[in-house]
């Protein structure tokens, strides 16, 4: 059964940082675009971050661009999150999913794709 695993969510003070991973389960990642996806309580899910195949291209939403970074390693077959000066509105599940749609800003799921797992919860508050 092909799946995304994510982990490496947690609970952290504003300012602090967190790295969350995306893994592939029974899929090998390096043929795929990836993107991270969250919800925060009460809100739709919204697009944070993307990344092409290479590693070259990355999107990312205006509210995280200059503190979070996507990357990925595909000798490991991970996808990765650094999310740096976290704040309270970043607080949300956070998943990811294959093929995402990015266009500057704009990250969205790809229908047929975006098969949501368990994802990972990051809380940030004092």
């Known amino acids: 059964q092909v799946q995304l695993v994510e982990s490496g969510g947690g609970l952290v003070q504003p300012g602090g940082s967190l790295r969350l991973s995306c893994a592939g389960a029974?899929?090998?990642?390096?043929?795929?675009?990836l993107g991270w996806f969250r919800q925060a309580p009460g809100k739709e899910r919204e697009g944070v971050s993307c990344?092409?195949?290479?590693?070259?291209?990355?999107h990312y939403d205006g509210s995280v661009a200059e503190r979070f970074t996507i990357s990925r390693d595909n000798a490991k077959n991970t996808v990765y999150l650094q999310m740096n000066n976290l704040k309270p509105e970043d607080t949300a599940v956070y998943y990811c999913?294959?093929?995402?749609?990015?266009?500057?800003?704009?990250?969205?799921?790809?229908?047929?794709?975006?098969?949501w797992g368990q994802g990972t919860q990051v809380t940030v508050s004092s």
């Open positions: 999913a294959l093929e995402p749609v990015c266009m500057g800003t704009r990250i969205d799921p790809r229908p047929g794709y975006a098969n």
């Open positions: 990344i092409n195949t290479s590693g070259r291209n990355k």
């Open positions: 029974g899929l090998s990642l390096a043929n795929h675009a």
